[in-house]
Nanobody, 115 residues
């Protein structure tokens, strides 16, 4: 049974940094691609980034402008999302998923950015 558990969210101020974690189990993690997505209030789920666990290869949504970095700890079955220079528009619920559409994802972790 696929389990994805996100953590690390919180209330932040613009310009802050935050690292989210995604703990994975129940599937062949080391042969998977893990995605981060988010959903802001009233908006559709939005794809952010992905990482190939085997190779470490990363891909990002172009509009992130280099502010976010995805990484993994293969030994611990964890994928991270480092978010820098947070903006108010980054306020959303953040999910990790095993597919790019977020069909199979965790429950998410809330990130709120406000001044």
């Amino acid at each position: 049974q696929v389990q994805l558990v996100e953590s690390g969210g919180g209330s932040m101020q613009p310009g802050d940094s935050l690292r989210l974690s995604c703990s994975a189990s129940g599937f062949r993690f080391h042969r998977s691609i893990i995605h981060w997505l988010r959903q802001s209030p009233g908006k559709d789920l939005e794809w952010l980034a992905r990482i190939d666990i085997a190779t470490g290869g990363e891909m990002y949504s172009k509009w992130l402008e280099g502010r976010f970095t995805i990484s993994r700890d293969s030994a611990a079955n964890i994928v991270y999302l480092q978010m820098n220079r947070l903006k108010t528009e980054d306020t959303a619920r953040y999910y990790c998923a095993i597919d790019s559409t977020g069909t199979t994802r965790g429950r998410g972790t809330q990130v709120t950015v406000s001044s």
